[in-house]
């Protein structure tokens, strides 16, 4: 690999771990915006709703950028090629089917439970990358994904918990689920960039706008929760939406970037590390409790997400 190489991976490789810390502090943000009026008294449909909210102002934010560089055209015009279809698949995965599970995951496992066992997705993706997308895997990658997995058990694995609030239960399923639809996006998200004619952050403008849309057409008029939607809008805590979906499209534009530069695996791996941030915002800000059995389950994923990131000679053949 030469110097250039060495310095796109490097380039991709820092893309991958700052996307991690936006998403890490934008699902604290989450957390504290289910938790909050009106959303608290609306326990089924608020990880939703909430959802839905979160990706219409990041669609916002991202559309306004592109209008404002003068690209948008450029947007729409990629919607009617193979790679735009590509990347609207992968948004309908990311979006509304992962973001919705993982919100009801933090609804019902809490914050640094959901967090964490979502965090598998890159062994998933990784598998699909292999399969799918040819991207070399050598032992040690593998390795990594098994650690992965390990990790997201040792997490999980909790009998008093499961015996005493068969919600909690529930909420590791809702997060696995989300593992699993983030795992196929990214993989999609990758054949999606291969056209020459998608730029990452076109890939992003679609991707926030068709979850926005299937959000608004489909999942929110069948769950009849636009009273909420109207109900948060006119309250405060619309303000923090404003800010968790500026901070959404932040990781999901370094996201893609970095997937575009070292592959699917590696970058699903990188912006994984968010469940790190994520623990240290909550213990910082909010005081959540954790035990020595989440530290080491936490511990053993992000060790499984170095391994799987291989190193800079082998981020991308």
Known sequence: MNVKNIKEARKGIGL?????????????IIG???ASTPFK????????????MHDFFSALWITLLM???GEFINVLQLLKTKSGAILVLGAVCGGPLAMT????????????????IASIFPGIGAVLAFTFLKEKMNRRTWFGVVLSITGVIVLAYMPSKFSVDSHFFIGILF??????????????????????????????NIRQMV?????????????QGYSLVFQAASSEIVWIIVI??????????????????????????LNNTYVFWAIVVSILFIGTPVSLQFIIGALIVLLGSILVSGNLKESKN
């Open 101 to 116: 599970f993982y919100f009801l995951g933090i609804q019902y496992a809490g914050v640094t439970y959901a967090a964490s």
């Open 211 to 223: 979850s926005a849309l299937c959000y608004a057409i489909l999942i929110i008029p069948f769950i």
């Open 175 to 204: 997060s696995l689920g989300a593992a699993i639809f983030w795992g196929l996006e990214g993989v999609i998200g990758a054949w999606g960039m291969k056209g020459k004619e998608v730029v990452p952050l076109y890939a992003i």
């Open 16 to 28: 991958g771990a700052t996307s991690a810390i936006a998403w890490g502090i934008d699902t604290v």
């Open 32 to 34: 504290l915006i289910i």
């Open 67 to 69: 209008i404002v560089k």
């Open 244 to 269: 968790a979906g500026l901070l959404g499209t932040a990781n999901y534009s370094l996201y893609y970037m970095s997937i575009n530069v070292i592959g699917a695996a590696r970058g699903q791996s």
């Open 41 to 52: 008294e609306a326990v089924v449909l608020a990880p939703i709703v909430a959802a839905f």
